[in-house]
């Protein structure tokens, strides 16, 4: 074999080695502070029980004392590419049905998931959109509800010319949904447009 | 041979063995179409310039990455539209085999930047395909169904290292077992098969899907069957590196089309089929000279 196999093995081998340093299965969603606390630990105990408790806890002494100090060596490698290795996609679902409404002047044109109210639906349903909706109505003050509502109060004024006042509701209810009362509100009102949360 | 160089002549051998390109073939074509048409998507319904400008510039995200750097190169107006130009370009020549392997590379690279613009949007699929491009960019998944034999008629006969599917499998291995394991860790009620279903929350939930939670409250069967399925497959993800990957493919194919027919997801569940070829490779006819022969 020549040299160009054994570097493509090794190639091979570091990347393999990295992804899983990077992303280890079972660990990769624990922070730094988990299950530190005697406190914790014995909630811990309480909730799982005995292996699993114990389990647990090594797993996260272990990214705590081994891997983390490794992460924090080699974690700048994802950036060029943002190839962050971290894979616990959808733990959880959400304990509480939300939905975004949109009223222009007193009428309601939006509403996730509502077939009756689909005004910019093809923009805020859009995978790219979705999570700035989703942590909007999630809960007050999201790092991005400035630049969400200031879209959608131009384009009200764009479809809708004339309009003078713009509310995005946050709804919640329990599941399924029959019962939902409004969390927090965005107002924008003419002639400044200035975007309000309360 | 001593007892340490014999475990990795072993491992030098099967990363080189050859074989058959055209699983990372499909690949090469299926992935950056998937990226293609999510752009285009991003397009017609008019966001591209609001979602790839900074927030000051009237953009939706407050919050850039610190891994932009394109700003400072061309300015912050124009970082968006030139990351997003050269991803739609680099993504054809790759599906097209022009260039494919700097095409890969570079297009990687401004659809980085482009997720450094705005991080909301960019999602762990894009981290997924973007590291699958890399990948390829390192195999020769080039040499098969490409314009260019294509045009010189060229047979689909071809060899290459078997490293980089492996290396791809290994990435899927621990996605899957990553994504099942912090699932159980984090809400053993996956496993459940009484009360509210986890499953039921995930896919009647307005904000990402559209399915209508009020008509499904009492249907609770599918999604304890699905939650227990959805949790077998992804722990079960090791699959992906033995022989009987293709079984797992099919749990992998229905559990994609459930989710694609379910939720708003953009290409997620396409984008992890357009990988599917490397697990369905084992099934795939022999190329169409060796059937020739």
Redesign the interface.
């Known amino acids: ?1 020549n040299v160009s ?2 570097l ?2 090794l ?3 570091l ?2 080695a990295l ?2 340093l990077l ?4 660990v ?2 624990l922070g730094r502070g988990d299950l530190r606390t005697p406190k914790e630990r014995a909630a811990l105990r309480k909730e ?1 029980g005995e292996p699993a408790a114990t389990i ?1 806890i090594t797993l996260a002494d272990l990214n705590r004392s081994l891997r983390l100090p490794l992460y924090d060596k080699v974690a700048w490698v994802q ?17 509480r ?4 409404e949109i009223w222009v002047d007193g009428d309601l044109k939006h509403r ?3 077939p009756d109210y689909t005004w910019l639906n ?2 805020l ?11 909007t ?1 999630m809960k007050k003050g999201s ?2 509800w ?3 509502s200031r ?1 959608v109060g131009e384009r009200a004024r764009e479809d809708f010319p004339g309009c003078q006042r713009v509310e995005l509701r946050a709804m919640e209810g329990p ?4 019962k939902m009362t409004q969390h927090h509100q965005i107002v924008l009102t003419a002639p400044s447009w200035t975007a309000e949360e309360s | 041979m001593s007892t340490i160089l014999r475990p990795w002549t072993w491992f030098v051998e099967r990363c080189m063995a050859p074989i058959d390109l055209r699983p990372l073939a499909l690949l090469r074509i299926f992935v950056p179409l998937c990226i293609f048409f999510d752009l285009l998507r991003v397009a017609q319904v008019g966001l591209t310039k609001i979602l790839f400008t900074p927030y000051a510039q009237g953009g939706l995200s407050q919050v850039q990455d610190e891994g932009l750097w394109l700003h400072q190169l061309v300015g912050p107006e124009r970082a968006g539209p030139v990351a997003y130009f050269v991803t739609l370009l680099c993504m054809p020549l790759v599906s097209l085999g022009v260039a494919a392997r700097p095409a890969m590379l570079i297009g990687a690279l401004a659809y980085a930047q482009l997720g450094h613009l705005y991080p909301p949007g960019d999602r762990a699929i894009d981290r997924v395909l973007r590291m699958v491009l890399i990948i390829l960019a390192f195999s020769h998944s080039h040499k098969v169904w490409t314009w260019w034999t294509w045009r010189r008629g060229e047979t689909s006969d071809v060899t290459g290292p078997a490293w980089p599917a492996g290396l791809i499998r290994w990435a899927l291995c621990l996605i899957y077992m990553s994504a099942g394991i912090s699932k159980l860790m984090q809400q053993p009620r996956w496993l459940a098969i009484d009360g509210v279903p986890v499953l039921y929350r995930i896919v009647t939930d307005p904000l990402a899907a559209h399915l209508d939670p009020v008509v499904w409250a009492d249907t609770r069967w599918p999604f304890y069957v699905g939650g227990i399925g959805t949790i077998v497959m992804e722990v079960g993800g090791f699959m992906v590196l033995t022989r009987w990957r293709p079984w797992f493919g099919l749990f992998g194919v229905a559990m994609h089309v459930g989710i694609f027919g379910s939720m708003e997801l953009g290409m997620f569940s396409l984008g992890m089929l357009s990988l599917y070829p490397l697990l369905f490779d084992r099934w795939m006819p022999p190329p169409r000279s060796q059937q020739a022969r």
Do not use: I
């Open positions: 074999m196999a054994h493509q093995a190639g091979c081998l990347a393999g992804m899983l992303g280890t299965p079972g990769d969603f799982v647990g950036k060029p590419f943002r190839l962050s290795q971290n894979w616990s996609l959808y733990r959880d679902g959400p304990h049905v939300r939905r975004l996730s998931a509502d093809p923009q349903r859009n995978r790219r959109v979705r999570p700035m909706v989703e942590s109505t790092p991005n400035r630049g969400l879209y599941f399924p949904g029959e």
